[in-house]
C-alpha cells in the first residue's frame, strides 16, 4: 500500500505562483514514479507532470510545459510541484498518483494510488 497526502492548494490570481506538495508513504517500489493530475468539473482528468524518482526522468503536460516544475527527493517522500504563470485555466483540483512506472502518466491510464486531491482556484 502507499499513501499520498496532498497540500498546497488554495487560490491564487492569475499570473501567480502556487506550489503543491504529495507525501508518499508506503510501499517503497510502487513509489518509484509519482505525477500530478488535474481534473475540472465537466473536463477530462489531465496528466500536469510526473517524475521517476530513481533517475529524475520527468514528463509534463503539453499546457503546463515551460510554467511547472515537478521536483522529488531520491527517498520518494515528497514530490513538489511548482506552478508558476497560472491562469483560470488551471483551476482544478489536483491529485497526486504513483507507481512502479510512469506508463500510468505517459498512457494517461489509472495508477494503483491516488490521493485524496487539492484544489487550486486561479482567478481572473
Known amino acids: 500500500q502507499v499513501r499520498l497526502v496532498e497540500s498546497g492548494g488554495g487560490s491564487v490570481q492569475a499570473g501567480g505562483s502556487l506550489r503543491l506538495s504529495c507525501l508518499a508513504s508506503g510501499n517503497f517500489y510502487f513509489r518509484k514514479c509519482i505525477g500530478w493530475f488535474r481534473q475540472a468539473p465537466g473536463k477530462e482528468r489531465e496528466g500536469v507532470a510526473a517524475?521517476?524518482?530513481?533517475?529524475?526522468?520527468?514528463y509534463y503536460g503539453d499546457s503546463v510545459k515551460g510554467r511547472f516544475t515537478i521536483s522529488g527527493d531520491n527517498a520518494k517522500t515528497t514530490v513538489d510541484l511548482q506552478m508558476n504563470s497560472l491562469t483560470p485555466e488551471d483551476t482544478a483540483m489536483y491529485y497526486c498518483?504513483?507507481?512502479?512506472?510512469?506508463?500510468?502518466?505517459?498512457?494517461?491510464?489509472?495508477?494503483?494510488?491516488w490521493g485524496q486531491g487539492t484544489q487550486i482556484t486561479v482567478s481572473a
Open positions: 517524475i521517476y524518482t530513481a533517475d529524475g526522468s520527468t
Open positions: 498518483a504513483a507507481d512502479s512506472s510512469c506508463l500510468f502518466f505517459r498512457l494517461n491510464t489509472m495508477a494503483p494510488y
